[in-house]
Structures are given as structure tokens and as C-alpha cells.
């Protein structure tokens, strides 16, 4: 049968069945509300998670005490199947960073190094700096950014469309000659407070330092070299990649009562960047996970279905988590539901996002009608609605290869202000959203896990 038929045939029997009527779930969503704000334990882990470990970059002892941490709270939350899956992690570290203006106006510039960067040779280097706002502009001005360092100044229209600046601009700048590579930070404003985040060589072209400067240095780089004034910069960085370490993704479960082999996976990713504390990105995810999981269990309900709780290790510099899970658990993938993953901060939740591959567009649509008329009226008092859209970066090796993914979208008004950012600490978390999202997310899972409703 063709595989888009065959889905839309399985969607149109779809239903909660009559084994969990919509009173009973309705009363069920009260409860794990009620239950979420009374205890708040979402927040008050994350404060642990930020305030005791803080941030947790791959191959770091702080990612390893949080993955030790977050077993731990499994087992004592009473889950089963409380486990470590081994992975190998990119160990990238940081070093010592410095950067200063010498002309025209001398005075010291804060700056973070780019993920995968190499550092500086010994003793740093020093340069003019050639400012362009494109990839476009870079190209047209060519040999003018050999020996200088190249400042992509380059305005926040979006993540998507940005974020290729950081990544791909030491590449790009090297082909032309360029000694370093900055960007302009990533995010729609900067308190003077620059954003890192992973970049990436190129095979056969130059490896040049790379780092992230904040939009008011950028700007006023951009301002001097409109005025026809020498920009000269010196830049230091102990930047370095080191052998592969061992980490872990940390998985538990609510084994299902009567589908126990058909599993919904709840998940967040563990580790951060070496800045802040990594409280929206992404520890606000994982103990969303991990308290919904824990309020169904302590309400004492009983999914038809498994729910699975993954912490991903390694989403920042490499995604090695969601790759070995893949390659671990192929075997299972027709039995998994839907792949959901937490990882756009702490604010309301708005919207669940449905991706499915290997379907026609047309099984899409019905896929999302059968969501809409299965789970919409449960979850209509959060304010919550569903959508065709994209899941996460942890779980898409699976949804590349037709697992159905969710992805969580939230209010997001000033996620992007404190992402990747020594800004990105506990304080900037509201007590009643993280309740709010744990509550939200539990009663989705458990509303899924009670259903017949199927994706393919």
C-alpha cells in the first residue's frame, strides 16, 4: 500500500478510545496542574541544576556531575529503567580569551570564541579589520581581507538566517586571506554581552581563529570604517580540541500497562555552552522532562504506553547523543510515537510542532487534523495549539528516518536576548511558567500515551 494512504487510513481510526474518556483525562490535566504548581519541583531542580553545577559544556567535569545529578533524581523520583547510554563527545576548550582596539580609540573589546575554534598563535596576534555586512560584500572586496581580520557585521533577522555568519564566516573569510574571523553576536539585542556558539571548517582551507564580538563593538567598527579610519585590532585566544571524552545520555521510563513496546519520548538536552549557567538552553527542557514524567508518577497513573524520559548529552558542538541514540535504537523506531524535545528556554509554552518525513504533505495535514481532533480540546485550557513544523535538533537523526517528532515551541519573547550568553542564569526563569510547561507537556504525554492515535 502506498505508505501516505496507509498513514491516513491508520489517522482515520485513530482516537482516545474507550478505555480513557475525555471527563476522566480533563479531570487528570487538573491534577497535574494542580500537582506542578503545588510542588514546583521543575523549578527548584533547576535552580540546583544552575546554582550548583552551572554550565556543562561536552568532555567537562560540570556535564559529568549533571549527568550523575540527573540519574540520581530519576531514581528518586521513582521511575524505572533508570539508565546511562555511553557516548563519545567532542572536548573543546576555551583557554584564555582577550581582545582590545588599539586604533583609532584604544580600549579593551569583549569577546567569546566560537565553539571549534582554533586559538591565536603564541603571543596572540595583531591586524587591521575589514568590516562587511554579507557574504555578498566579502566576495565583491576579495583581496582587501587578505592579512586583516574580517568582522561580519551583520544584523539579527532571525536565528535561521544569522546564525550562518557565525558558523560558516571563518571559512568564507579565509579563502580570501583573512587572519581571524569575528561576528557580530547572534541575538536581537547585546548589554555589551557577546554570544558563542558552535562554527565549522572547511576541508582544504585555512583554520583561523573565530570569535564572537557584541553588537556594540561591531556597530562601532562599522561606524569607524565608514569614516575612512584605521581599524587595527589585537586578538588572543587559547582556544584547542582535545582527544574525545566519554559522556552519556541519561534515560528513564513510566513502563506502559498494556503497549509497553510503543513509547513516547520526552527529552531536553543536558549540556551548554561554557558561559552562563544554561538555564533556557537547555536545562529548562530537561527538568520539563523530567518533572512531567515525575508528576505522572507521583499522581500514581498508569500510561497504556511507555513514557520515556532522554537527557541528551552533546546537542552544542556535535549531537553526538541524538546520533548514538539513533544508531542504539533503530530497531525500535516503529514503535516510538513521537519524539518530543524541549529546547527553546523556559517561557509559556504555545504550541506542540508536528514533523514527519518520508509522508506525502497530504498525510501531514491529516496527521495534524487527527492531533487537533484527538489532544486539542485536552489541552485548549493551556492555551496550547498544534502545528505541522520542525522537532529538535536531538531528535531529528530519528525523524530524519521517519520517527514522528514534536517540537515545543514557546513564547520565546527574550529567549534569543540571553542565548549562548553569560546572561543565560537561573534568574531570568518565571516560577509559574516552568510549572505551567511541566504541567502542559505531562498532560500531552499522558493524553498520547492513553490514545490508539499513530503518525504513519
Known sequence: ????????????????????????????????????????????????????????????PQLDEAIRWAHTRLLAAG????????VMVPHWV?????????????????????????????????????????????????ASAKGRIVLFDVPYKGYGPTVAYRHDGAAKAARHGAVAALVRSVGPVSLDTPHTGLMDYVPGVPRIPAAAVTIETAT???????????????????AKTLPDAPSANVVAEIRGTEKPEEVIILSGHLDSWDVGQGAQDDGAGCVMAMEAARLIQSLGL???????????????????????????????????IAAVEADHGAERVKAFHLELTKVSEEARISALA??????????????????????????SPMVAEGVPGIGVEHAGKHYF???????????????????????ALATFAFALAQSDLRFR
Open 370 to 395: 487527527s492531533m487537533k481532533d484527538t489532544l486539542g480540546a485536552l489541552m485548549a485550557p493551556f492555551g496550547v495549539t498544534f502545528q505541522l513544523g520542525g522537532s529538535g535538533a536531538d531528535v
Open 79 to 86: 521511575l524505572s529503567n533508570v539508565h546511562l547510554e555511553p
Open 220 to 238: 562601532q567598527m562599522r561606524r569607524m570604517q565608514q569614516r575612512g579610519e584605521r581599524i587595527q585590532m589585537r586578538l588572543e585566544m587559547g
Open 94 to 142: 576555551r583557554g584564555r580569551e582577550a581582545a582590545a582596539l588599539l586604533q583609532p580609540t584604544p580600549h579593551r573589546i569583549n569577546l567569546l570564541g566560537l565553539g571549534g575554534s582554533v586559538g591565536t598563535p603564541p603571543g596572540g596576534l595583531t591586524a587591521d579589520v575589514l568590516v562587511v555586512g554579507s557574504f555578498d560584500e566579502l566576495d565583491r572586496l576579495g
Open 302 to 336: 498508569k500510561p497504556r504506553r511507555t513514557i520515556r524520559v532522554v537527557l541528551w548529552t552533546n546537542e552544542e558542538n556535535g549531537l553526538r547523543g541524538g546520533l548514538a541514540y539513533r544508531d542504539a535504537h533503530r530497531a525500535e523506531f516503529g514503535n516510538i
Open 1 to 60: 500500500m502506498n505508505p501516505g494512504r496507509c498513514l491516513l487510513a491508520c489517522l482515520m481510526t485513530a482516537g482516545l478510545g474507550a478505555q480513557s474518556p475525555p471527563e476522566a483525562l480533563r479531570a487528570t490535566a487538573e491534577r497535574l496542574k494542580v500537582e506542578a504548581f503545588r510542588t514546583n519541583g521543575a523549578y527548584e531542580d533547576l535552580a540546583w541544576l544552575c546554582d550548583r553545577i552551572g554550565h556543562r559544556l561536552s568532555g567537562s
Open 417 to 439: 536576548d540571553v542565548h549562548h550568553t553569560e546572561a543565560d542564569t537561573f534568574d531570568k526563569v518565571n516560577k509559574d511558567d516552568l510549572a505551567f510547561n511541566a504541567a
